[in-house]
């Protein structure tokens, strides 16, 4: 599936109603009602199991709740392609943050055409063996942050979108993580074009040279750090490919 194609077009329809992302659940939605619509004419979204069991574990389910489990799998097994393959917030097996402990949970998941391990069912949680992951895509919506600080370095911008609340280098490991087949995207959207790309609507001559100096610096160390990962960022007047492993 061109996944580039895809983005490319959600990315376009943000130049042409950009006030139609007021917020990254917007982003979300669109890329996974996108990949579903593409899949469902390809007659693809669905997806079987080699193994439909649920590996359940429990530490304060009230025992009266605990048949439901078995009564999901039971349902699960006795329907053809049980699953869709395109989820959102889908919790990763076995793989943590290292900042506070919280299971991980990628942005969208493209599941392959049959999921060939179990699902592990952990009170209300489903978490899912990245082995099952086609495609893995996290986004980032900087919507708040319309200029850099005037008095930071180029490093200790960087440095910033590194480790902020924007936590773009944690998406990254995050993607670099998951096993080698499944192909990874991170995709940034800034109604404030804050990584300086393209079109600058600046009129200051020399902040518009500062901060573009800035911008590309941090575009750099996309590219350095981004490994596998395909990189779309987008601004109200551009989008492009910071990295394109193609």
């Known amino acids: 599936m061109d996944y580039q194609r895809i983005l490319d077009e959600i ?5 042409e109603r950009p006030l139609d992302f007021l917020l990254e659940q917007d982003l ?3 890329v996974a009602e996108a990949l579903r619509h593409e899949l469902r004419n390809r007659d693809s979204l669905y997806a079987d199991f080699a193994d439909a069991s649920l590996t359940y574990s429990s530490n304060n389910m009230a025992n ?3 048949p ?3 009564e999901i799998q039971q349902t699960a097994e006795g329907i053809e392609n049980p699953i869709s393959r395109v989820h959102t917030e889908v919790a990763v097996q076995d793989h943590l943050t290292a900042a506070d402990g ?3 949970q990628i942005d969208v998941v493209v599941f392959r055409n049959q999921l060939e391990n179990a699902i592990e ?4 949680s489903n978490r899912f063996d990245p082995e099952d992951f086609e495609t893995a895509i996290e986004l980032k919506y900087i919507k708040n942050k319309n200029y850099f600080p005037t008095h930071s370095g180029v490093d200790d911008l ?3 979108l590194k480790t902020d609340s924007n936590s773009i280098e944690s998406d990254l490991e995050e993607l670099a993580a998951l096993p080698d087949h499944t192909e990874t995207f991170l995709v940034i959207f800034s109604n404030y074009n804050y990584l300086y790309q393209g079109p600058v609507l600046d009129t200051s001559e020399t902040r518009k040279k ?3 100096r800035v911008g590309d610096a941090m575009c750099d160390w996309l590219r350095a750090n981004s490994g596998d990962t395909h990189v779309l960022y987008a601004q109200p007047l551009h989008s492009e490919w910071i990295t394109n492993h193609d």
């Open 210 to 212: 500062k901060y573009t």
């Open 102 to 104: 919280w299971r991980e």
């Open 11 to 15: 990315a376009e329809a943000f130049i």
């Open 158 to 160: 960087v440095e910033s």
């Open 68 to 70: 439901y489990p078995k």
């Open 64 to 66: 009266y709740k605990l």
């Open 28 to 30: 979300q939605t669109r």
């Open 121 to 124: 069912w952990n009170d209300g």
